[in-house]
């Protein structure tokens, strides 16, 4: 059964730090998506990589696939409180090569206070 | 840029009603996902489809059927619902089946 594995699940940081959190998979697949969330609204694609070592960067969010280790990253370099969301990642259920189904994972809580 | 269109966007049922979601993807999208968001939880896949064919299947209950029409649009129809049906229910469509899905508002589904 493929798992997707978030940590933290829940994120409380100060405005001007950095954190990361981390996203292991269980698949094979050499795709990973990272997703913002605000409440009760829609899922915002934030970042697609595709392969292994792929970087990618956007304002203060940047994000890192691992194929071998099964590992993405998405930092998060001084934060300011408009960052605050709920942040998912995902992988391709199978190879993704069709039109498969994504599986998240729980979703990392960010809250970002003054 | 035009986005992924779901309507209704609210939706109060009965329990042993049915309901009917619909979803009209990007111009050109020729490719839809279903996914089904619990209060608190991460999204579930339900469904999808790829030029009209059904293409995945996730933990869509039985009760649920989808369908996807020539003009590419889909239609999720549930039926007997159950007060555990209440969620989110996001649709997703892309350019060609395997690239990045793009989602919409969602519609927010109450059953009482």
């Known amino acids: 059964e493929l798992k997707v594995e978030q940590n933290p699940l829940f994120l409380s940081m100060q405005e001007g730090k950095n954190y990361t959190i981390y996203c292991n998979y269980s698949t094979t697949s050499d795709r990973l998506y990272w997703y913002r969330q605000d409440p009760g609204k829609s899922l915002e694609s934030l970042f697609v990589?595709?392969?292994?070592?792929a970087v990618k960067q956007e304002g203060r969010l940047m994000a890192s696939l691992d194929t071998k280790a099964r590992l993405s990253t998405l930092h998060i370099t001084a934060a300011v409180h408009d960052l605050s969301a709920t942040y998912f990642c995902?992988?391709?259920?199978?190879?993704?090569?069709?039109?498969?189904?994504?599986?998240f994972g729980k979703g990392t809580h960010l809250i970002i206070q003054p | 840029a035009a986005g992924v269109i779901q309507s209704p966007r609210h939706l109060i049922k009965e329990k042993r009603e049915t309901a009917t979601l619909k979803c009209y993807p990007i111009?050109?999208?020729?490719?839809v996902y279903w996914y089904q968001q619990g209060p608190g939880q991460d999204p579930q896949f339900l469904i999808s489809f790829y030029e009209k064919m059904q293409s995945d299947k996730g933990s869509i209950p039985d009760r649920f059927s989808a369908q996807q029409f020539s003009d590419y649009h889909s239609e999720l129809n549930m039926s007997s619902l159950e007060l555990g049906d209440s969620a989110l229910y996001f649709c997703a469509s892309s350019r060609f089946a395997g690239t990045e899905a793009f989602f919409g508002q969602g519609t927010r589904l109450t059953v009482v």
């Open positions: 111009p050109r999208h020729d490719t």
């Open positions: 990589l595709l392969s292994n070592g």
């Open positions: 995902a992988v391709d259920r199978y190879s993704g090569g069709g039109a498969d189904g994504l599986t």
